[in-house]
């Protein structure tokens, strides 16, 4: 694939719409291969994508490249039920629009000597978008307080969300001193986009009003880095091992009345561990455990506003952008993710696995969260390879993402019962081409 085509895809992933995935807001994996396996394969590199998963594992690849696309649809729904509080007598609704998303990734990998390895991925890291036309808790308040849709300037329609996207370009340098041991770095630049509507009367809880919403997209530069290990332990069993560190991004300098610490909104670390067991000559089977610390980023982290708060007794610290300011309630997440891959014939080879992850989201913070309903606990997916000999191989995955709900039955907008939902479905197709 030659610069004009990278270039192509790099300008292909930023003008994507944002993704929304399903551990927290990340892919459980990158590159069909890797989906079909739910995202496992930190011990098993199978394509030119892995430097996304483990560094280490680029040596271990054939010279060559992988260009693919995910195109995902998510069907996301919220409410606000105020029924009995005030005046209320109804529930507002909503469906989220732009259910259907498209997320190309570009893989490369060129042998220097033999035992050393330079490559490439560029890939969509992950990201969450909303987009309602009802505007809830402008539309809940005005109900408590009496007004009703035939009332002047009721706020019925309006809309509400965000739009939340990361880029990642990592170069991988990837050695091999020992036939069972392998290791990889990657300088990872981050490319990070973020808007939001529909929070005006959020501002008057803001350390900066005039920056909290409706100010268009912003565009942020950052960088950190991903080390990881891959050791063959015996003919049939191999462990591996990744790291990545925060990603350190420029803050929001439109949004800085919005997110915590004065517009920061940086990803956060994360570490894998997993095995490959070779359980026949044509027969493996993965397992891999995540560790994502949200809890270590304020802006996701921190907690939703109290009642309090909403009515206006809110410390400076609290205040949306300041350092301790209002936020999602986020916790960390654990996720498992095993998988099986069957190599069916010489040209064949078939996956399937399941992902699991902790819920990172308490029903104690549905109400900021109807906006980010990145809350997904389980994964299920399928996949398979066709080699075209001489010419390439064709690689596909299906994800079916279950539907997860939460809800706060007393929530601290005024006791109003909070509810959202999300499911997904998820095709990625992929070209491998051998150098």
């Known amino acids: 694939m030659n610069k004009k085509t990278l270039t192509a895809f790099l300008i292909l992933i930023l003008g994507s719409p944002a993704a929304f995935s399903t551990n927290g807001y990340f892919m459980i994996g990158y590159g069909a291969k890797s989906i079909g396996l739910a995202g496992?394969?930190?011990?098993?590199?199978?394509?030119?994508?892995?430097?996304?998963?483990?560094?280490?594992?680029?040596?271990?690849?054939?010279?060559?490249?992988?260009?693919?696309?995910?195109v995902l649809a998510g069907i996301r729904n919220g409410s606000v039920d105020c029924r009995g509080i005030g005046a209320c007598d109804a529930v507002i609704k909503d469906r989220s629009a732009r259910d259907l998303f498209a997320i190309p990734n570009f893989g490369w990998k060129r042998q220097l000597a033999e035992d050393l390895a330079i490559g490439v991925a560029v890939y969509g890291n992950g990201g969450i978008n909303t987009t309602f036309g009802r505007a809830f808790y402008d539309e809940a308040l005005a109900r408590i307080l009496g007004g009703t849709p035939g009332t002047p300037g009721f706020p019925r329609d309006g809309k509400i969300g965000v739009d939340f996207s990361q880029l990642f370009i990592a170069p991988t340098l990837s050695w091999q001193p020992h036939q069972a041991h392998a290791f990889g770095i990657s300088p990872i630049l981050a490319v990070q986009r973020f808007s939001a509507r529909g929070f005006e009367s959020f501002a008057r809880l803001s350390a900066d009003p005039g920056s909290v919403t409706g100010r268009g997209t912003d565009y942020t530069l950052g960088g950190g880095f991903r080390i990881g290990w891959i050791g063959k332990l015996t003919p049939s069993l191999r462990l591996g091992a990744q790291y990545t560190s925060r990603i350190w991004t420029k803050k929001s300098t439109k949004y800085n009345g919005l997110l915590a610490d004065n517009g920061s909104m940086e990803a956060p670390s994360h570490w894998t561990v997993g095995l490959a067991y070779a359980l026949t000559e044509r027969l493996t089977l993965v397992f891999d455990y995540q560790q994502i610390a949200f809890n270590s980023i304020g802006a996701l982290s921190n907690p939703g506003p109290t009642a309090a708060e909403l009515l206006g007794m809110i410390t400076p610290e609290r205040r949306l952008g300041a350092d301790d300011g209002i936020g999602f309630g986020w916790t960390d997440e654990s996720v498992f993710k095993i998988g099986a891959a069957w190599r069916a014939t010489d040209r064949l080879t078939l996956r399937t696995g399941w992902n699991h992850g902790s819920s990172q989201i308490p029903n104690a913070e549905a109400l900021m969260n109807i906006i980010a309903p990145a809350t997904i606990n389980d994964n299920a997916t399928i996949g398979g390879s066709w080699d075209f000999p001489g010419l390439g191989e064709l690689s596909f995955s299906y994800m079916y993402a279950f539907k997860k709900t939460h809800h706060d039955r007393s929530s601290a907008f005024f006791g109003t019962a909070i509810r959202h939902s999300i499911y997904e479905h998820a095709l990625d197709v992929s070209w491998s081409r051998n150098f």
């Open 40 to 70: 496992a394969g930190v011990a098993l590199p199978q394509d030119r994508l892995v430097g996304a998963l483990n560094p280490a594992g680029v040596v271990q690849v054939a010279d060559g490249y992988d260009a693919g696309l995910r």
